[in-house]
Structures are given as C-alpha cells and as structure tokens.
C-alpha cells in the first residue's frame, strides 16, 4: 500500500506539477512545447477559464511539498450519456512506482468524477504503453479503440477556414443554442443515433441537455443552424487542456440530410474554432468510429490527422458502471 497522501491541486502546486511535467518529457524523450509554461497551466487550472482538475500525490516520506505524481483530467461531454471526464495526463516519479501511487491518483478523481455526476471517463494511451494500459484495465477501462474501432483525430485551427459563410446572413443561421432549443437538438441526436444504428443508446434527455449547458451547466455549449425557424443541424463542443495548451473537443455534429453539402459542415468547425482562438486555443480533438467513412473524409479533407493509425494513439473507456467500482475501492 502507497504511503501516500492524495489531495485536489493547489494553485501553489502549479510550479511542481510543471516541474514533473517537464521531468515526463525528459523521460519520454520529448519537450513540452515552449508556449506551454506553469503560468499556462495555472490559467487553465485555477484562472477565470480554467477548464482542469487535478489531483496530487504528496509523499508522506519526502519533504513538505514534494509530489510523487499528478493526475489532470477536464470536463467532457457524452452525448448519449451526459457528464463526462477526460484524463489528459498521470504521472508518478520513477522513485514512486508500483507502490499503488497511480491507482490512488485515479480513484480519487473517479470518485470526484461520480460527486460531478459523471457517466464516462476517456482517456488516450499509446498502443506500447504497456504499464498505463495494465493499470488503467486493471482500474477497469477498455480499449475502445480495439473493441468499438474508435479512432482519434487532430486539427490544428490554423488549418481551418475560419470565416463561415452562413455567419448570421440569409435565411439560414449559425448561432450558440439557447436552453429553449434543447428540445430540437435531442430530436437531433437521436437521429443521429439511429444513422449510427444505436437507437437505444441515448439515455439523456433535453431537460439533461439544458442542465448541462449554459447558463446553468458548465459541461459543453453547442453551435445550431437555423433555417426558417426550424434547427437544421447541431455541432456540441467543450474546452480541452493538455500541455498542448487550450483546445477544443468537437464531440457531437450532425447536419440533416437535407441540409448536407452546402458548407455547414465546414461553417460550424469554423464558428467552434474561432471559440477556441478567444480562449488562446490551438486545436481541435475529436474521435470517430473507423466505419464512418464519410465523416472521416470530411476530416480528413480539412487536413485532420489520425492519431489512432499515424501515432498508434488509442482510446480508453470507463463506463459508469467501472467509474463508480473505481471509485468506490478506495482504502485510506
Ligand atoms: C503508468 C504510471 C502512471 C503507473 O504509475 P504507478 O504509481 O507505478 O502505478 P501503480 O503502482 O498504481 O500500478 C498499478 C498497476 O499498474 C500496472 N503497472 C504499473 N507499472 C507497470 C509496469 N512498469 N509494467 C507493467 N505493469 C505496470 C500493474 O498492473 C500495477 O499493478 P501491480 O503493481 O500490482 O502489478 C507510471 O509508470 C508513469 O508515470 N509512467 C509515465 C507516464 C505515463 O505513461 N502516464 C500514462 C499516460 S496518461
């Protein structure tokens, strides 16, 4: 058992949790990139956008202060399932390792995870990462990327054609959804869910979708295209962290048939990325399942790399049955 004290993150904590950041790219022979400073990290952990949480590991047999690891995850969103975490980055100090550091840091976050009312938690290894990939199956993930063919994508927005042509002109408009159209963008998803063949597998509602959102949530906002008063399509988004700095997370996008190959697409990536350039964001993130040819050539069409095929990045699930059984195994 890790003699090892677990605690949410300080804001004075944020110079260590920089320093073993470092330290981990030292290790993996990498760099952090050099926009990406502790000041960074203390803006999108504690400042006015922080969009981060994190926990600590502090050693009770170093000095005060010293931290044996860290764990960062920030708020995501589940379209099918509602609150969700995402898992950015874990790390213990070579000195800390296989003593259950690791495994303490994770089931206080899934247990702050479920207090948020959290239903999933994803998180991305690298397909050779053989210790995380032990630990995080043995925490009771899965490899989604192996059972489901999930795949992870990256755009950079500078890649993006940032103006929209349908930026509030004409008849059809792109605006931030409002509480009121909650009702129409669920009518949204479940279509969606029954293109993907996944009709039973919604389980929110839009009273969740409303609670979620602003004004009265803080889990994701959403983009919808109007046209003559009716919604036409949907994109949900959120804010990601990770040493990369801000980005944006596109999870959820859906145009009505009808209504596909006149650029809407492409107008509502570019609403989204000029959020993220507001926020000091760089990049979107976002994950699609390999048989969705269509989607992935849009993507890809936009410059959009795969991560899953070029980096063998892979996704990881813990559902709300493994997060809660995660959370509940913690011993003090
Ligand atoms: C992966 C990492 C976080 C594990 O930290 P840790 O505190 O040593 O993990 P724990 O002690 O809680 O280990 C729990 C289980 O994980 C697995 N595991 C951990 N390290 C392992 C290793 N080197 N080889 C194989 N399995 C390993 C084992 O199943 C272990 O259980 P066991 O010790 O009973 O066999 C740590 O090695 C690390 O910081 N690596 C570099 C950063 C990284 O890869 N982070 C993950 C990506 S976000």
């Not at 983009?223 to 988004?237: H, T």
């Not at 145009?255 to 650029?263: D, E, Y």
């Not at 990049?283 to 390999?290: A, D, G, Q």
Request: glycine share 8%; with cysteine; hydrophobic share 40%.
């Amino acid at each position: 058992m890790a003699r090892v004290n677990i605690r949410e993150a300080k804001e004075a904590d944020a110079k260590k949790i920089f320093e073993l950041m470092q330290q981990q790219a030292t290790e993996q022979n990498t760099f952090l990139p050099s926009h990406f400073t502790h000041e960074v990290l203390a803006d999108g952990t504690w400042g006015p956008t922080a969009v981060v949480m994190a926990f600590v590991a502090e050693s009770k047999a170093s000095q005060v202060g010293e931290l044996d690891g860290y764990i960062l995850a920030h708020r995501a969103y589940a379209p099918w399932f509602g609150r969700a975490l995402y898992i950015k980055d874990l790390y213990v100090v070579p000195a800390a390792r296989r003593s259950g550091v690791a495994t303490h840091l994770c089931r206080e976050l899934m247990r702050a995870a479920v207090s948020m009312g959290c239903n999933q938690c994803d998180l991305r290894l690298h397909k050779e990462n053989w210790a995380a990939m032990d630990l995080f199956e043995k925490l009771g993930a899965e490899n989604v990327t192996v059972s489901e063919d999930w795949h992870i994508f990256n755009l950079d927005f500078k890649l993006m054609e940032m103006k929209s042509k349908y930026g509030g002109r004409g008849r059809l408009q792109i605006r931030l959804a409002v509480p009121e159209d909650m009702a129409g963008v669920m009518t949204m998803i479940q279509e969606l869910a029954d293109y993907e063949n996944m009709s039973d597998a919604p389980q929110i509602n839009a009273h969740t979708l409303v609670t979620d959102s602003p004004p009265q949530g803080t889990f994701f906002e959403c983009f919808v295209a109007e046209s003559d008063g009716a919604l036409v399509g949907y994109a949900m988004f959120y804010p990601t962290f990770s040493h990369r700095g801000f980005g944006m997370c596109l999870e959820d996008f859906y145009v009505k048939p009808a209504h596909r190959g006149q650029g809407l697409g492409t107008a509502f990536m570019a609403q989204i990325a000029q959020h993220g350039v507001k926020l000091g964001g760089s990049h979107f993130e976002f994950v699609v399942l390999s048989w969705n040819t269509p989607t992935i050539a849009f993507y890809k069409n936009k410059g959009a790399t795969d991560l899953t095929v070029d980096k063998g990045v892979q996704l990881y699930r813990f559902d709300d049955t493994a997060m809660r059984k995660c959370a509940s195994a913690i011993t003090h």
